[in-house]
C-alpha cells in the first residue's frame, strides 16, 4: 500500500487498511510514546488520536501528503504525546507553607 490507499482508506472507513494501518504503525508509535515516559495505554490513545488529526486533515480541501505516511502520522503522534504530556505536568498542585490546614482542638 501506498500513501494514497492508507489516506483514502482512512476517509471511507475501511476496516482492511485501518488494521493494516495499526499493523504496520502502531508498533512504532507505541515506542516513541514508552521512549518519552508514556505507557502502552498513552501510545494507544496517542495513536488514535492522531489518526483523527490525520482524517480530519485529509477531509479538508486542498490536502496533499508530500511525505511518507509513516513520517506523517509519527510527527503528528509526537506532537499529540508531547501536548499531552505537558498537559500532565501543570496538573500538580502546590501548597504555600503558609496555607496548610492547622488542626485545633476544642
Known sequence: MD??????GLLKHDREVIAA???NYAPSIQQLVV????????ARDVFQDALMI???KASGTNF???????????????????RKRKKMGNNTVTIPEDDRYI???D
Open 35 to 42: 521512549k518519552k515516559g508514556g505507557t502502552v495505554a498513552d
Open 64 to 82: 496533499e501528503l508530500t511525505s511518507q505516511f509513516h513520517t506523517f502520522l509519527y510527527s503528528i503522534s509526537r506532537f499529540v504525546w508531547d
Open 3 to 8: 500513501k494514497k490507499d492508507y489516506i483514502n
Open 103 to 105: 488542626s485545633e482542638e
Open 54 to 56: 490525520i482524517y480530519h
Open 21 to 23: 494501518i495499526y499493523k
